[in-house]
């Protein structure tokens, strides 16, 4: 993955439902920038006159990130391109960037992407006890391919039949 050398701004487009998403994008925008960045749930209407053509990435599996200079990055690499948006983890996202973390972080990415709206149920709405034992319930997800499979998947897999 090649991080954006120089670029002005970056556009973040995430689920607006997601408490994950959410979180992770109000914590990029308390840390000090390197570069500004602008994060719009996909949702919005806003998002599309932004950026026409946002829905054919398919914004609701993965997170879209677009620069200044209309280089997109999608689901890990645009989670890693917001890290490096931040002065002080610029570093570590060079290092997740690399050919070694990478994969690392785009597994991450995946488990974390098709378990996020059971992950924010069980972590923004319970106590620490409850969110061990609802974890410890989780079902694994398998990976098909680039993404993994989760139940709300089941009537994609159904239309590609």
């Not at 995430?14 to 949702?43: K, N």
């Amino acid at each position: 993955m090649r991080l954006p050398l120089v670029t002005k701004k970056i556009g973040g487009f995430y689920d607006g439902r997601c408490g994950i998403c959410c979180t992770f994008h109000e914590w990029i925008s308390r840390q000090s920038r390197a570069f500004e960045v602008d994060f719009i749930p996909y949702q919005a209407r806003e998002a599309e006159l932004v950026f026409p053509g946002l829905n054919t990435l398919d914004p609701a599996r993965e997170m879209v990130v677009r620069t200044s200079e209309e280089k997109i990055y999608r689901g890990a690499e645009a989670w890693v391109c917001c890290l490096y948006s931040c002065a002080n983890y610029r570093s570590f996202a060079k290092r997740l960037s690399g050919p070694y973390l990478l994969p690392v972080a785009i597994r991450a990415c995946r488990l974390l992407s098709a378990n996020r709206y059971g992950l924010s149920k069980i972590f923004f709405r319970k106590k620490d006890r409850e969110v061990q034992r609802s974890l410890h319930t989780m079902e694994i997800t398998a990976c098909e391919g680039v993404f993994c499979v989760t139940e709300q998947d089941e009537w994609r897999r159904e239309l590609m039949k």
